[in-house]
């Protein structure tokens, strides 16, 4: 069977491709559940059942693989499925198929040096945020590199600023389960309160941690747009409270969202 060139992000519509030799009638069903989770983000078995015109016990055997292998979650409320951790995972990858890390390198090089503040790119992992890379500042007295580590989203800056991407409605959900934890005694530890500060997030475009990741560290963080709808990274500078001046906030986040803009610009050119 042959395939279109390869363009990334393009997808064409069905009908114009060619169909399989010999077709799995589960297979199919299980791909066009995701693809409708792709379109809809929540879904009930009667949906599911009408749009693969099957049996809602078939639809239910097929809901429990997928929530078996965390592609989807059930709303215990609602008992409404929608996108589980896999099935983010495997939207990332495609994002770090663009090698990310390699393009953000440069951006990351430049604002370590340009700030004296130590450089992260990050991806959100659901409630978490996992660190993919970083430059270490070149202070005596820094923060260190965080590259292989999660956290808490909510604790750190660029963790709030990829939160803040979601509607309040989202971020209900997201904690629906249990609110937000406190690390340390500035941590926020209500969905209120996180509501509170996502809010403040979208108004100034970026988002800060004041010792709320651990005692005596700032950082400060952006979200970078990637060319898949609805996915982003985050840009975030980290140091010690006690090297931080009056004027730090505003002049780091001024550059971070310069950075932002760079690196989206990067991506979106490596993908035409």
């Keep these: 069977m042959e395939t279109p060139p390869d363009r990334l992000g393009e997808m064409p519509p069905l009908s114009d491709r060619a169909t399989p030799a010999y077709p799995i009638a589960s297979v199919d069903n299980t791909l066009r559940i995701l693809l409708l989770l ?3 983000n929540r879904l ?7 749009e693969l015109g099957i049996a809602r016990s078939s639809a239910h055997r097929l809901m429990a693989m997928l929530t078996y292998y965390d592609f ?8 409404a499925f929608r996108p589980g951790p896999a099935l983010v995972d495997v939207g990332l990858s495609a ?4 090698d990310i890390r390699v393009l953000a390198r440069p951006v990351l090089t430049e604002l370590a040096a340009a700030t004296e ?3 992260h790119l990050a991806l959100p992992r659901g409630r978490d945020i996992l660190y993919v890379d970083g430059v270490e500042s070149r202070r005596t007295i820094r923060a260190a590199l965080r590259t292989g580590d999660t956290l808490p989203a909510h604790v ?3 963790g709030k600023a990829m939160l803040s991407t979601l509607s309040d409605d989202q971020l209900r959900q997201l904690y629906r389960d249990a609110p937000p934890q406190a690390l340390t005694e500035k941590s926020i530890s209500s969905v209120e309160e996180l509501l509170d500060q996502m809010r403040t997030a979208r108004e100034a475009g970026y988002a800060v941690n004041r010792g709320e990741s651990e005692p005596g560290v700032l950082s400060l963080g952006v979200a970078v747009s990637l060319p898949e709808p609805g ?9 010690p409270e006690v090297s931080a001046d009056a004027e730090w906030e505003s002049r780091i986040a ?3 969202k310069a950075a932002a803009a760079e690196l989206a610009k990067e991506m979106n050119a490596y993908r035409a």
């Design 95 to 98: 994002v770090r198929a663009l």
């Design 72 to 79: 989807v979650r059930q709303d215990s409320a609602s008992r």
């Design 38 to 40: 792709s379109e809809r």
């Design 254 to 256: 001024a550059q971070l």
């Design 156 to 158: 750190t800056g660029v």
């Design 44 to 50: 009930n078995l009667a949906d599911v059942a009408a």
């Design 231 to 239: 996915m982003f990274a985050g840009l975030g500078l980290v140091c």
């Design 117 to 119: 503040m130590t450089a």
